[in-house]
């Protein structure tokens, strides 16, 4: 059974900082690339950063650049999404996916003031 948890969102204030983390099981991680995507509060989805499926090449939204870090673990099966610096615009739910074929559930950031 393919799963993909994401965890670590929450409520922060702006210019604070959170690590999202993304569990993989029931596929052979290490063989997928991976991404992260947002939705914000009425707007579409949008891939924020992607990784290569040994970690080599890195890839972010303008938005993100230099403020975000797109890492992962294949001995952990795990995706990480170190976010600083936030602003209130990065309020999403935030998913994690394998190549746009297997996705997670979503965590929620709220960034505020």
């Known amino acids: 059974q393919v799963q993909l948890v994401e965890s670590g969102g929450g409520l922060v204030q702006i210019g604070g900082s959170l690590r999202l983390s993304c569990a993989a099981s029931?596929?052979?991680?290490?063989?997928?690339?991976m991404k992260w995507y947002r939705q914000g509060p009425g707007k579409e989805r949008e891939l924020v950063a992607s990784i290569t499926y040994n970690g080599g090449g890195t890839a972010y939204v303008d938005s993100a650049k230099g403020r975000f870090t797109i890492s992962r673990d294949n001995a952990k099966n795990t995706v990480y999404l170190q976010m600083n610096s936030l602003k209130p615009e990065d309020t999403a739910v935030y998913y994690c996916?394998?190549?746009?074929?297997?996705w997670g559930q979503g965590t929620q950031v709220t960034v505020s003031s």
């Open positions: 029931g596929f052979t991680f290490s063989s997928f690339a």
């Open positions: 996916t394998a190549e746009d074929f297997y």
